[in-house]
T-cell receptor
Framework: EAQVTQNPRYLITVTGKKLTVTCSQNMNHEYMSWYRQDPGLGLRQIYYSMNVEVTDKGDVPEGYKVSRKEKRNFPLILESPSPNQTSLYFC?????????FGSGTRLTVV | GQQVMQIPQYQHVQEGEDFTTYCNSSTTLSNIQWYKQRPGGHPVFLIQLVKSGEVKKQKRLTFQFGEAKKNSSLHITATQTTDVGTYFCAALYNQGGKLIFGQGTELSVKP
């Protein structure tokens, strides 16, 4: 089944403790991206990658890192999480015509 | 930066009524995509529009792309409770790299 898999689905962590949210796709897509969703603000792009070893900033990249060492994986790294990074995070992959989203990771930073 | 404005933010309708959400951009778009997110779910791709003036239909849903390729709309005829959710438009920039979403329109349908 074609899908984008994110882990974990839920995560509560403390300020400053490094964490990684994983994202994997099995559709051989070149494009992958991370979004955060906050009430009233919609979906905002954090980072995107158009191919292996190619990443670029979206609209809200501060406080996040990504890597694209292989085509299927695109982890999101929070080196020092802060409470304002509490949000619902989505990974997406696709080509020009339509993107497939993962089920989301609800992150709470206390 | 690039922005896509979407209105209204909320729409409450009685089942059977029609619903429309609108997206506008200050710049010409190469294409526009529409997604639906059910409550508690993730965005699901509905359709992509590419050509100026393009109109596409999916059952009760009609999607339009403006002649100037700066605006788009989604119209649902005779809403049903299964239509509940948030509808997003999204514009593609940088040859596929940047997909910028509108703020979304949350649709609620009263039976």
């Amino acid at each position: 089944e074609a899908q984008v898999t994110q882990n974990p689905r839920y995560l509560i962590t403390v300020t400053g403790k490094k964490l990684t949210v994983t994202c994997s796709q099995n559709m051989n897509h070149e494009y992958m991206s991370w979004y955060r969703q906050d009430p009233g603000l919609g979906l905002r792009q954090i980072y995107y990658s158009m191919n292996v070893e190619v990443t670029d900033k979206g609209d809200v990249p501060e406080g996040y890192k990504v890597s694209r060492k292989e085509k299927r994986n695109f982890p999101l790294i929070l080196e020092s999480p802060s409470p304002n990074q509490t949000s619902l995070y989505f990974c997406a992959s696709g080509r020009m015509a339509g993107y497939t989203f993962g089920s989301g990771t609800r992150l709470t930073v206390v | 930066g690039q922005q896509v404005m979407q209105i209204p933010q909320y729409q409450h309708v009685q089942e059977g009524e029609d619903f429309t959400t609108y997206c506008n951009s200050s710049t010409t778009l190469s294409n526009i995509q529409w997604y639906k997110q059910r409550p508690g779910g993730h965005p699901v791709f509905l359709i992509q529009l590419v050509k100026s003036g393009e109109v596409k239909k999916q059952k009760r849903l009609t999607f339009q792309f403006g002649e100037a390729k700066k605006n788009s709309s989604l119209h649902i005829t005779a809403t049903q409770t299964t239509d509940v959710g948030t509808y997003f438009c999204a514009a593609l920039y940088n040859q596929g790299g940047k997909l910028i979403f509108g703020q979304g329109t949350e649709l609620s349908v009263k039976p």
